[in-house]
């Protein structure tokens, strides 16, 4: 499963930002990937090709929020970009609703800042969802 596609154009690379893999339930497995191409209309190298490691991800779960995903790339007023995106906190993973049985996923939204190294977007908080508190974004 492939969703929550984002691109981006920085330094004449186009980022495209996706989510995938199992994003529900008690076994959800979720992150965020990258990719980038010259082009817009690519085509893409994704991060695990460049880097020959296929569990290359720019985001992943981690004990204090699982599943982040289906993100979206903000700019502050300094030119700093945030990765928006939810997850989902184990010690509420669920909601009731309309599914009694199993519920719904309780997803929260998160910001965590970006940075660019060797030409590819790289979360400051090291590739899982930052879990203490951190410099907010600026702001006009």
Do not use: K
């Not at 509420?92 to 030409?119: C, H, V």
């Amino acid at each position: 499963m492939v969703e929550g596609v984002w691109v981006i154009l920085r330094d004449g690379w186009y980022y495209l930002f996706y989510s995938g893999n199992n994003c529900c339930g008690p076994d959800a497995h979720y992150g965020v990937l990258v990719a980038r191409s010259r082009s817009a209309t690519g085509p893409f190298e994704t991060l695990p090709q460049a880097t020959g490691n296929p569990n290359s991800m720019l985001l992943e779960g981690n004990e204090h929020w699982h599943a982040p995903g289906h993100n979206s790339v903000i700019t502050d007023a300094a030119g700093q970009d945030w990765l928006a995106y939810h997850a989902i906190d184990p010690r509420q993973p669920t909601f009731n609703a309309i599914d009694a049985e199993q519920g719904y996923s309780r997803r929260i939204m998160l910001l965590d800042r970006l940075e660019y190294r060797d030409g590819w977007p790289r979360l400051v908080s090291g590739g899982t969802p930052s879990h203490q508190a951190q410099v907010a974004p600026v702001t006009e």
